[in-house]
């Protein structure tokens, strides 16, 4: 039966640079527009947490570059505590958003997700363009935050109010720095909903004749299912930045409570509650990461599957698992919470809840060795970037049972294990999977494969860095290391603790330089890779049946035809 | 490549039980029957959890082997739904068992009634230090006004025309006596802090507009680091006092030292 009830909005391929390349509505220009900035993201990101990392080996080191960039926060090239905040912030910010939400789904999503369907565009091409300029507006004011007078805001990625709202007074970078990162964050969240719309549209009514709900690929279902989870969780966010932009703004007391008194100053506003605007913030930032994860794992299906020559095991069970990962998704944020002040009796059933997600993700990770188990398992560069996912996934995910325990969070909570663990699940298992999916697809990409064995080095390389530093950070946090000091002096217990300090700045710089070889890779085989073909790695998604790169139609005028052997990937 | 990544994955695996089990970076000794329920616990959830960590990348390594292109040929399985409910069913034992500790420690800690003769101590939170309040032998903590906060001499805005306040000692460190139940109760006056012992496992956001009740029984003498575990600004890796706990003699007669103003 013909299932697309819909024809995208037809548009012509257009003629000038501008309209190709700059303001396009083109979903593959756009994708890989998404994709470029995750890309610039990512570097900056990186880039901070190794000015991050160094201070924190070496306090007193002088830098001229840093007193050239940030004459405030480093006065004679020394980093202050408050740069050490800011760039924590921008490092948080611009990886949670900028990269690990917009690479998979953003890039990848908006590039395959219609050709995966047999669709031409996506339902709204030129929404679809609007996101993506509304979403690179929201970066270049994220930039401006950093470099804003008064320095960038020093409250974390999670702003927590009263900290976030009161202003200056607080602290340095909490004014005109604060107000133009909640501008940045309620622009990327306006971006992210009008891509969720686009996302949930697209895959409900345009997909070709016999492309069933039940034979879509599973990176389909991820986008599918990560779209209808961005359409409401970036929409509280949105609120919550709004309220908390009127505190600043608009002397709301949204978040401010009665009687504070900030650095000897009486705030004379007062009833709000800055628990709200942790209900508010998780009750997007968990779903957040499932909208980061849930991609990750549709990548992940669709290469393991391809180059195990096999089928996804239990098809059915996996999108039913995905379906069940991306509504408990919405259930559980009371456990980034467990010691806010919100009532104990709360707690517990989001403890339990949590620790529930252990059963439908143990099974996501059972149908990978399913789909490897009497395959013809084939070693290239993304497929060896899925296997070390799987390490990730099931590592990360085994420290989400200790901190998704309320007794266990105690302890644990806003020490170096939570940072460990989100690093793990959230931030390497992300990575891998871009990683993963950019080898696999850069043929179709471009026509050209990227080189092997630097894909392989750019793996090892990773992998074990990625581990060496994120274990360590386990175990300081089970020695109580609280993040988000700019210091590892004051306490006495934080002192043995130098060694493993070391060792993760060690593996992070070398986890950096292994990026650049991918970087370099990546430029380096647009117009060098050996030439690919239009299906290299012998894959049957429909996006492998066109020419690499596709036309501007994807299909060349063909519509095709969906049937029930030729899919289920 | 099949070989070396079936031995990446057990060294993985390996490295992981080694830094864990080996101990050298760990919460230090407990200081408290409840902490010591926490180290169980947390022992209980590390060797279960480290099982199927272990059991996974055994597997994985024998499959990257055994399924390698050149030792297999490609089977059209399309799978078996049994392997994901047994999954899912050792989870669900696994998850039952985990939720079953944990919250019985978590409901003794906050939501058991409190117990009688409880110490009952103000700890209010402000950039970047504590202060600690015991409300002297009326029991009672005195009035506050806003408008009298002297960070020098009243830090908490004590009304000194009040009887209850008279009483009441402000010290920015705490001492507690050994054995005895303390209900701290946490509050601030600005931002946001979290109030951390690591010897006595807990961990509470002191929120400006609450007064969060935390509770524990020291069992062991000593004097712990209080570090601030939520970002609250600039100073906030500075925010440190101390918890002393002292035999209950002792404790008495340092709470009259501090009343004298000796310090």
């Given at each position: 039966m013909p299932e697309a009830t819909m024809t995208a909005e037809t548009h012509d391929a257009p003629k000038g640079f501008i309209t190709r390349?700059?303001?396009?509505?083109d979903h593959k220009v756009i994708g890989l527009q998404y994709f470029t900035l995750s890309l610039i993201a990512a570097l900056w990101g990186i880039a901070l947490s190794l000015l991050m990392r160094s201070h924190l080996i070496a306090p007193e080191a002088s830098w001229v570059f840093l007193e050239w960039l940030f004459p405030e926060g480093a006065p004679d090239g020394v980093m202050t505590p408050e740069l050490y905040l800011a760039l924590m912030t921008m490092h948080g910010t611009v990886m949670v958003f900028f990269v690990l939400t917009t690479a998979i789904q953003s890039g990848f999503g908006n590039y395959f997700l219609p050709i995966q369907i047999g669709a031409d565009d996506m339902a709204f091409p030129t929404l679809n363009m609007l996101s993506f300029w509304v979403t690179f507006l929201a970066f270049l004011t994220l930039v401006v935050a950093t470099i804003a007078a008064g320095g960038g805001p020093i409250s974390g990625w999670t702003a927590y109010p009263p900290l976030s709202a009161v202003g200056e007074v607080a602290g340095p970078g909490l004014g005109t720095g604060q107000v133009i990162w909640i501008v940045a964050i309620a622009l990327f969240c306006l971006a992210s909903v009008l891509g969720a719309i686009n996302f949930i549209v697209t895959t409900l009514n345009l997909r070709a004749e016999g492309m069933t709900m039940m034979r879509l690929p599973v990176t389909a279902w991820a986008w599918f299912a990560t779209g209808a989870m961005a359409l409401v969780a970036f929409g509280v966010l949105l609120a919550g930045g709004i309220l908390l932009l009127l505190d600043h703004v608009a002397l709301t007391a949204f978040f401010i409570p009665e009687g504070l008194i900030v650095s000897d100053r009486i705030i004379e506003r007062g009833g709000g509650s800055p628990i709200l605007w942790q209900h508010l913030l998780w009750f997007f930032g968990h779903p957040e990461v499932y909208i980061i994860i849930v991609p990750a794992l549709g990548v992940l299906f669709h290469i393991i599957a391809v180059m195990s020559r096999k089928?996804?095991?239990c098809y059915r069970a996996v999108v039913t698992c995905i379906a069940i990962i991306s509504t408990l998704g919405f259930f559980v944020w009371g456990h980034h919470m467990f010691v806010s002040g919100m009532s104990p009796f709360t707690s517990i059933p989001f403890s339990i809840l949590t620790i529930a997600i252990s059963m439908p993700a143990g099974a996501v990770a059972i149908t990978w060795l399913g789909t490897l188990w009497r395959g013809k398992i084939i070693f290239n560069t993304p497929m060896v970037f899925a296997l070390g996912f799987i390490s990730y996934f099931v590592s990360g995910g085994i420290g989400g049972l200790f901190l998704g325990q309320t007794a266990l969070d105690v302890y644990l909570h806003d020490t170096y294990f939570v940072v460990g663990h989100f690093h793990i699940i959230m931030g390497l298992a992300a990575a891998f999977a871009t990683f993963a999916g950019t080898y696999f697809w850069f043929p179709k990409f471009t026509g050209r494969m990227m080189d092997e064995g630097l894909g392989k080095i750019h793996f090892w390389l990773t992998f074990i860095g990625g581990y060496i530093m994120f274990i360590s950070m386990h175990l300081q946090g089970l020695a109580?290391?609280?993040?988000?000091?700019?210091?590892?002096?004051?306490?006495?217990?934080?002192?043995?603790l130098m060694s493993l300090h070391q060792l993760i700045t060690v593996a992070a710089l070398a986890t950096a330089a292994a990026q650049l070889i991918f970087v370099i890779n990546l430029l380096w085989s647009i117009?060098?890779?050996?030439?690919?073909?239009?299906n290299p790695w012998n894959a049957t998604n429909l996006e492998w049946t066109v020419s690499s790169p596709p036309p501007h139609d994807n299909f060349g005028g063909r519509r095709p035809v969906v049937t029930e052997l030729s899919n289920t990937r | 490549m099949a070989w070396a990544l079936s031995i990446l994955y057990i060294l993985v695996a390996a490295a992981i039980v080694l830094v864990f089990g080996g101990q050298q970076w760990w919460m230090p000794p407990a200081a408290s029957e409840l902490a010591r329920d926490f180290d169980s616990q947390f022992i209980i959830t590390l060797v279960s959890t480290g099982f199927f960590l272990v059991l996974m990348h055994i597997i994985l390594s024998f499959i990257v082997v055994r399924f390698r292109e050149g030792n297999s040929q490609a089977d059209y399985w399309r799978g078996n739904v049994k392997w994901i409910w047994a999954t899912v069913a050792a989870m669900a034992v696994l998850d039952v068992g985990l939720a079953v500790g944990s919250e019985s420690i978590w409901t003794r800690q906050h939501i058991d009634p409190e117990p009688q003769n409880a110490l009952r101590i103000q700890v209010i939170g402000q950039q970047f230090v504590w202060n600690a309040r015991y409300p002297g032998p009326d029991g009672l903590f005195g009035l506050t006004d806003l408008t009298l906060v002297d960070d020098a001499t009243n830090p908490l805005g004590?009304?000194?025309?009040?009887t209850a306040a008279k009483d009441d000692l402000v010290i920015p460190n705490l001492v507690v006596p050994r054995g005895r139940p303390v209900v701290l109760l946490l509050g601030s006056k600005d931002v946001i802090h979290s109030f951390f012992v690591r010897e006595l496992r807990i961990k509470q956001d002191a929120v400006p507009g609450m007064l969060i009740p935390l509770r524990f029984t020291a069992d062991r003498n000593g004097r712990f680091e209080v570090a601030c575990a939520e970002l609250c600004g600039l100073g906030h890796h500075q925010m440190r006092t101390f918890l002393e706990v002292l035999e209950p003699a002792e404790y008495e007669e340092r709470i009259e030292q501090y009343r004298r103003g000796e310090f």
């Open positions: 390349y700059i303001f396009s509505r089928t996804v095991f109580g290391r609280p993040r988000r000091y700019p210091d590892t002096e004051t306490f006495d217990f934080l002192q043995p117009k060098n890779g050996k030439v690919s073909g239009d | 004590l009304v000194p025309s009040d």
